[in-house]
């Protein structure tokens, strides 16, 4: 199925160079999340909080992820696979499409926090540069966008009008922080 839905996806320029042979692909692999051990990703792979993305309304989530120093973008399909309390449960995360965007910076030009019309969500950058408001950092510009079509369960090429993306550094900073004694312990 990887090999069929690679070959059948068109260049669409945010692939590098490397070839698809060269970079290991995550298509299928299943994702764990519990609240003790915490997001169970690949031995390569970081993500930070604000990397991900749900989408309204789905089962779905978009993730920007960093994979051997690769960055990607992942759609991903959620389930529960046990409640332990009533705020609390077991996740499994599957990756159903994944783009690879080398030469991007996972969270920097390659980002998540992003809305389309009507505050659609789901949608990435790349290529993205930044102006500084305040406590804030708004999309000026980007090469392309992707976005989740969640009926064919893929990331779909996107226009970039209509898209409005935030970032909060501060935000993005004080999360970094919370993160790092759970990276220390694993």
């Known amino acids: 199925m990887a090999a ?9 320029g945010v692939e590098s160079a490397p070839t698809a042979a060269s970079i290991p692909t995550y298509l299928g692999r299943p994702i764990y999340s519990d609240p003790t051990n915490g997001l169970q990703l690949p031995p390569s792979c970081a993500i930070e909080p604000t990397w991900r993305s749900r989408i309204s309304g789905t089962e779905m989530e978009v993730w920007v992820i960093d994979c051997d120093s690769v960055p990607r973008a992942w759609l991903l399909t959620r389930q529960t696979v046990e409640m332990l309390t ?3 449960a077991r996740l499994r995360f599957q990756v159903v499409d994944e783009r690879v965007l080398s030469g991007e910076t996972a969270g920097e030009s390659l980002s ?3 809305t389309g019309t009507s505050d659609a969500s789901g949608i990435v950058v790349y290529g993205a540069h930044w102006r500084n408001l305040g406590h804030e950092l708004h999309l ?4 392309g966008a992707l976005r989740a ?6 990331l779909v090429d996107a226009e970039l009008s209509g898209i409005d993306c935030v970032r909060f550094p501060d935000r993005e900073e004080m999360m970094r922080r919370l993160q ?3 990276r220390g312990a694993r």
């Open 140 to 143: 000026v510009g980007a090469r």
């Open 149 to 154: 079509d969640v009926a064919q369960r893929r």
């Open 4 to 12: 069929g839905t690679l070959a059948a996806t068109p260049a669409r």
């Open 86 to 88: 009533a705020r609390e």
């Open 112 to 114: 998540v926090q992003c």
């Open 180 to 182: 790092q004694p759970e």
